[in-house]
């Protein structure tokens, strides 16, 4: 019986914990944190019911991908990246359009957001080219022009809509080059092209993006998620009159975040902050084991507690001691594939498995940042943790990708003990 089960769980254990974790407190904290969809759905058990559904699938697609040799992703790279050029260009033409951005796409019955697929297409693309590149001295120099060609792209076309999320993958692609030894003078000039385009973004977004009436943000603020994909709450619902009907949203969540004063507790206006202020009433009344799963009282009020604003309903049940928890699990998870990484004899699955660990990591790390007050509203939801559909199913999927590289790197590592 223990071999079997063994057999299943395959790979590196430490993952497997961490992965087991995560999936756990996602269980407890959305259940407890979806107390607006049961108040307005009439089911108390549906919501969690349809989570645990999606965790427990999405654990099964884990065990099937940690049985396929890492070389058959490599196959599979031609077919996603037509996938996703496809379904990015489908998204901004008939996408669902829900609180002012085209972000996923109905079919068959199901909604999915093609950026999910994107994110982790360009990882393993990005990986290949790398490996396929790599020199004594560090990667070709073409191998940057290369990346660049497919990421651009790409990122473009996810920016449109969701430019946290494509913010998020040129980061993790970027890391991912700086690895991969990717030339620094070029490095350098890239760093300097994005300081140039982030300065040229802020003032296209505060020329041209028009400033959200309180009304309208008080209104947007009461819808929820209306289909079971991850979507942002924060998201207005007002078309910009500038070039981008983004530019709206994007102008008063800078404008919210760099516009901080200390107002005394009387004063402060709790409809004018309203996602924010009820994160840090949550936390402030966290203390250091907290009130304990279940007794959140602010999940109430935050229209996205089981989704961007998770984190604040873990602290506030959890207390800082689980707050910190959850973060060193994605530390450990980070850690673990950069050792696996390390014993990989070929290159491609020691990029992969690096690039798909920071995509995880460095979301959380936005997420958490986001729910604390550290980094303006991004709408990215906690990975593993956090209420979704096709998004969870996708995030366990790279789970079972790091977990087949894990898998071949022990195996390798085990014969050439016995060779010596």
């Not at 300065?199 to 309180?214: H, Y």
């Not at 998004?391 to 071949?408: P, Q």
């Amino acid at each position: 019986m223990n071999k079997k089960i063994g057999n299943l769980f395959k790979g590196d254990k430490v993952i497997w914990m961490v992965f087991f974790l995560l999936c756990m407190i996602s269980i407890v904290e959305v259940f407890s944190a979806s107390s607006n969809l049961t108040y307005k759905t009439q089911n108390y058990m549906g919501p969690i019911i349809y989570h645990t559904t999606m965790i427990i699938f999405g654990a099964l697609v884990a065990v099937v991908t940690l049985n396929v040799p890492c070389r058959y992703f490599k196959l599979m790279t031609p077919f996603l990246l037509v996938i996703s050029a496809v379904t990015l260009l489908w998204v901004l033409v008939g996408g669902e359009s829900i609180n002012g951005a085209n972000r996923v796409i109905s079919l068959a019955g199901f909604t999915f957001q093609p950026s999910e697929i994107a994110k982790g297409t360009m990882v393993l693309v990005t990986a290949q080219i790398l490996s396929a590149m790599q020199r004594e001295t560090g990667a070709d120099r073409k191998a940057f022009k290369y990346i660049m060609m497919i990421l651009l792209p790409t990122v473009f076309l996810i920016g449109i809509e969701n430019l946290s999320t494509a913010a998020l993958l040129f980061a993790v692609i970027f890391l991912m080059m700086f690895i991969g030894r990717v030339p620094m003078s070029q490095m350098g000039k890239l760093m300097g092209v994005i300081a140039v385009l982030a300065v040229v973004f802020i003032v296209l977004v505060f020329t041209l993006g028009s400033i959200e009436s309180r009304e309208t943000e008080e209104a947007q603020l009461t819808e929820t998620v209306v289909n079971d994909d991850h979507i942002d709450a924060n998201e207005t619902s007002i078309k910009s009159h500038g070039i981008f009907h983004r530019f709206t949203t994007q102008r008063n969540r800078i404008l919210k975040f760099v516009q901080k004063q200390e107002v005394a507790p009387e004063d402060y206006d709790i409809e004018e902050n309203f996602q924010v202020g009820h994160a840090n009433i949550a936390i402030a009344s966290s203390g250091i084991i907290g009130k304990g799963p279940g007794n959140s009282l602010e999940r109430d009020y935050l229209p996205q507690a089981f989704s961007d604003f998770i984190y604040a309903i873990i602290i506030e049940e959890m207390g800082i001691i689980g707050a910190a928890v959850v973060a060193f699990l994605y530390i450990v998870l980070l850690y673990r594939a950069a050792r696996i990484a390390s014993r990989c004899e070929n290159n491609f699955p020691a990029f992969l498995i690096m690039g798909l660990s920071l995509l995880l990591v460095i979301q959380a790390t936005f997420n958490m940042m986001v729910a604390v007050g550290l980094a303006p509203v991004t709408g990215q939801p906690l990975p593993l943790v956090s209420k979704g559909g096709t998004s969870t199913i996708i995030n366990c999927a790279y789970i079972g990708v790091i977990l087949s590289v894990s898998r071949s790197a022990k195996m390798k590592k085990e014969v050439k003990e016995q060779r010596s």
